[in-house]
């Protein structure tokens, strides 16, 4: 069983940057795609970037494209989600997830077994 733990979260301002952190334990994930979705108050869950198992892939939701940069350390089992040029409406709890072995990145919910329990990110206007 893996367990997924989100860091790196918190209070900012328009404009500002967060990288967030998804630590894996408990098994590799060399061998796995991993994402990272959002959730904001009375909001379904929502795709934000996605990563394949070797890191040589990578899509993004459109809300985020050209800011958001996902990226992992398969030495450190981790996934990184660098936020730049943040907007009030990235406000939302982030979650990372474990998808399926190899191939790429799904942007489909349902491709991922494994959530972390989330990271809030608020930023104020």
């Known amino acids: 069983q893996v367990q997924l733990e989100e860091s790196g979260g918190g209070l900012v301002q328009a404009g500002d940057s967060l990288r967030l952190s998804c630590a894996a334990s408990g098994r590799t994930l060399s061998n796995i795609n991993m994402g990272w979705f959002r959730q904001a108050p009375g909001e379904k869950r929502e795709f934000v970037a996605g990563?394949?198992?070797?890191?040589?892939?990578?899509r993004y939701g459109n809300s985020v494209k050209g800011r958001f940069t996902i990226s992992r350390d398969n030495t450190k089992n981790t996934v990184y989600l660098q936020m730049n040029s943040l907007k009030p409406e990235d406000t939302a709890v982030y979650f990372c997830?474990?998808?399926?072995?190899?191939?790429?990145?799904?942007?489909?919910?349902?491709?991922?077994?494994?959530w972390g329990q989330g990271t809030q990110v608020t930023v104020s206007s």
């Open positions: 990563i394949n198992w070797s890191g040589a892939s990578t």
């Open positions: 997830a474990r998808g399926r072995p190899y191939g790429s990145a799904s942007n489909d919910e349902g491709a991922y077994d494994s």
